[in-house]
């Protein structure tokens, strides 16, 4: 694995590689890392279904369905993609911790305060909390503020449709990977060390992203 070893990830070889290499690698290394939790998902619930806990209603066995294979693989944006992850334990905090977070009257205080919880859930190492900040500040914000963007919206229509569909999915992949890095890593040298190898480049692309959403929501494309 390219970050979870001492060999690979923190070798000057690998700084010596071409950007987009490292880039890519880091990519890789995260859905192959993803493949270890999806696997032992698949297995739980194939034993689980041969005991018929999966059970749920004529023909459908579907009762402890936890991950979305085709969906993951196909998602053109952030909240799709968590939608098909660990389903069970999304169902679970939405309906004990965010649903209950009601009186707060505000959604986005709501799903920080669930992310935090998810957070405490998994441990106190640093990584854990930087990963569902980063889930929550790219599908939260950045994403639902984007489909307000007008900026984007106008070049995205200058554009042929496959070719934005396919930067989409490109882009979720590149995401996924680099907000899997501190799930992966837990401690603050190692996670900046990965991110500085390819220049931040995934949080300055969110970042210009989120300040862009602020300059040009909502506002009325000119015309000539």
């Known amino acids: 694995a390219v970050v979870s070893t001492q060999s690979t990830g923190f ?14 690698y880091i990519t890789l290394w995260g859905y ?3 493949y270890r939790y999806m696997a032992v998902w698949c297995v739980a619930e ?13 023909d459908r ?41 009601k009186f707060l009257g505000n959604k986005t205080l ?9 957070a405490l859930w998994h441990g106190v190492h640093f990584g854990y909390f930087l990963f569902f900040f980063q889930e929550f500040l790219y599908g939260m914000v950045m994403e639902k503020g984007a489909a307000n963007n007008t900026l984007l919206q106008e070049i995205a229509s200058t554009l042929p449709p496959k070719l934005v569909t396919f ?9 996924m990977s680099f907000t899997f890095v501190p799930f992966e890593l837990y401690f603050f040298s190692k996670i ?16 210009i992203i989120i300040t862009s959403n602020v300059v040009f929501a909502g506002k009325t494309a000119k015309t000539e």
């Open 61 to 101: 066995w579907d009762a402890l369905y936890n991950f979305g294979n085709t969906a993951f693989h196909c998602s053109l944006s952030v909240q799709s993609l968590i939608d098909t992850w660990n389903i069970r334990t999304s169902a679970w905090c939405a309906k004990h911790i965010y649903k209950r977070c």
């Open 167 to 175: 930067s989409r999915w490109i882009f979720i992949k590149v995401f």
């Open 11 to 24: 070798s000057h070889q690998f700084m010596e590689i071409h950007f987009v290499l490292r880039l890519l």
């Open 192 to 207: 900046m060390h990965i991110y500085g190898s390819v220049y931040y480049c995934v949080p300055i692309v969110s970042a």
């Open 32 to 34: 192959f890392n993803l």
């Open 110 to 118: 709501s799903q920080l305060l669930t992310m935090l919880f998810l």
């Open 46 to 58: 194939s034993t689980c279904m041969y005991m018929g806990y999966t059970y749920n209603g004529p």
